[in-house]
């Protein structure tokens, strides 16, 4: 096997057969194994278009995206572990390049995305100081699960006691271990926004609280502050008018947030 994608699962039965087709379309698939973790559905996901050599497994009990993404990474057989979600897809990747390219090294990749049929392209490197700011800012869905790969050679884990920015954490944590870089690989990704019910669609800061935490007691100290308020800024008691018109005018001059990030913050502060 040069590669094991691993799909986690819940209550997706049609997302998660268009995922397993983006793959199959791809050059190099028929040496590559799908690994399918479905988190407890309500009814049976099993997709029909699983190969003999690919895998399915269910949790009795629903156990969060990062339990089961961790448990695909344990399982793979692949050279090369990429991540899909499944009611994201594949739009171009070569297994059979990537292979020859990043098989045994220590980098963490990402690929450029689609998002609402639109492609964002990305720097060709991100270094650990960049990483904040760019997914708040300059490069919005930069790193989002769905695009990242590396190799098995240098397995990566996911904190499974985050119920949010799981992906964010992820990245954050392999910039923090200084074993390599995070560098942009050839192929796009397509990141589907149309599932209301996902985590990530669904507005809930108290859920970001966690990773704020970890990230202040982390060496990225410096930016919690900045996330903190990107994060948090609709909470009126923790950031009563005046403390938010001035941090909003920080970060915007300084470039860390965009006027459509302030738009948002007001709408949900006084409308929502």
């Known amino acids: 096997m040069i590669a094991s ?25 028929q ?12 009814s049976n996901c099993r997709p029909k278009n699983l190969r003999p ?30 991540l899909l979600d499944s ?9 059979v390049s990537d292979n020859r390219k990043y098989a045994n090294t220590e980098n963490l990749y990402y690929t450029d995305i689609m998002v609402d049929k639109k492609i964002r392209h990305f720097p060709k490197k ?7 700011q760019s997914i708040f800012c300059t490069h919005k869905y930069l790193g989002q699960t769905s695009t990242l790969f590396f190799s098995n050679h240098a397995p990566l884990f996911f904190d499974e006691s985050l119920p949010k920015h799981q992906d964010w954490d992820f990245a954050l944590t392999f910039l923090s271990s200084r074993r390599g870089h995070m560098i942009k690989a050839a192929g796009i990704s397509c990141f589907d926004r149309e599932d209301k019910t996902s985590l990530s669609r669904n507005f809930n800061p108290d859920k970001s609280l966690p990773w704020l935490g970890k990230l202040r007691l982390s060496e990225h100290e410096e930016n919690y502050s900045y996330a903190h308020f990107y994060l948090r800024s609709t909470e009126k008691l923790e950031y009563p008018l005046l403390s938010w ?4 005018c920080k970060y915007l001059f300084s470039k860390k947030i965009t006027v459509t990030d302030i738009a948002k913050s007001l709408i949900r502060r006084y409308l929502i």
């Open 126 to 132: 991100i270094l650990p100081g960049e990483y904040l």
């Open 53 to 82: 050599q690919d895998c399915f497994i269910e949790n009795d009990i629903n156990k969060g995206a990062a339990f089961c993404r961790n448990i695909g990474i344990t399982k793979s057989k692949g050279e090369l572990i990429y």
């Open 5 to 29: 994608i691993v799909i986690p699962n819940k209550n997706r039965t049609w997302q998660l057969e268009r995922a397993i087709s983006s793959i199959l379309s791809q050059k190099g698939s």
């Open 31 to 42: 040496h590559v194994e799908i690994i399918v973790i479905d988190d407890a559905s309500d």
């Open 245 to 248: 018109v001035s941090l909003s």
């Open 87 to 95: 009611d994201d897809t594949f739009i171009t990747r070569d297994f």
